[in-house]
């Protein structure tokens, strides 16, 4: 019903920048090793997509705040793959925002750029035989990039934020904030030295994909 409703009001007004096309379900505490946070989660009212948002403090429009929109990577976020850097960012971005006080990590389900995790195995397979990350892809006659982050950062200023500092070195997210409506008052790098395993995949990330990487090592 809810989505029937969202579709008529946008239908009658499809130019209103406001309108939101998410909906916070649910919300509790969530104590973890890094620190104790806030966990809510979100409905898509366009589609059947959920999100998941970590985070700490009061949030004011008139306060620069760390935010983070984090692409779900299970072999990295959980099993500690070494084959991309998730795992770290996804850490040293609470950290981070344990260490203000204040911050919002939006967790954006959408695996592998949007491929899916069964996809992502079968483009790992392609890279054991040495295609980087996009030739795998395309092998697979998948884009290379799905992912879509209007909702996120619909999310972001449901939470009442206005500036923010972004953690990222993903131009495409950074566009993604300003274009929602955010003001973006710094940037920080979230980057860790490359090592073997990953040095190839963030090369391709810096050159292929424009992420602003130093890979320096
Ligand atoms: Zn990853």
Known sequence: MLVDNFKNQNAAAPFFKDVSSVQKVAESRLPTEIGDFRIAGYRSLTSDEEFVVLYKGEFRENIPTLVRIHSQCLTGDV???????????LRRA???????????????????????????????????????????????????????????????????????????????????????????????????????NTLKYLTTKKLQMGHLLHLVS
């Open 79 to 89: 099993f500690g793959s070494a084959k991309c850097d998730c795992g770290p960012q």
């Open 94 to 196: 609470m950290e981070l925002i344990e260490r203000e006080g204040r911050g919002a990590i939006v967790y954006q389900q959408q695996e592998g750029r949007g491929i899916g995790i069964i996809n992502k195995i079968r483009a790992y397979a392609l890279q054991d035989e040495g295609a980087d990350t996009i030739e795998a892809n395309e092998r697979l006659g998948l884009g290379v990039d799905l992912r879509e982050y209007r909702q996120c950062v619909e999310i972001l200023r449901d939470l009442g934020l206005k500036k923010v500092k972004v953690l990222s070195n993903n131009p495409e997210k950074i566009e993604a904030l300003r274009d929602g409506g955010l003001e973006i008052v710094e940037r920080v790098p979230i980057e860790f030295e490359p090592s073997k």
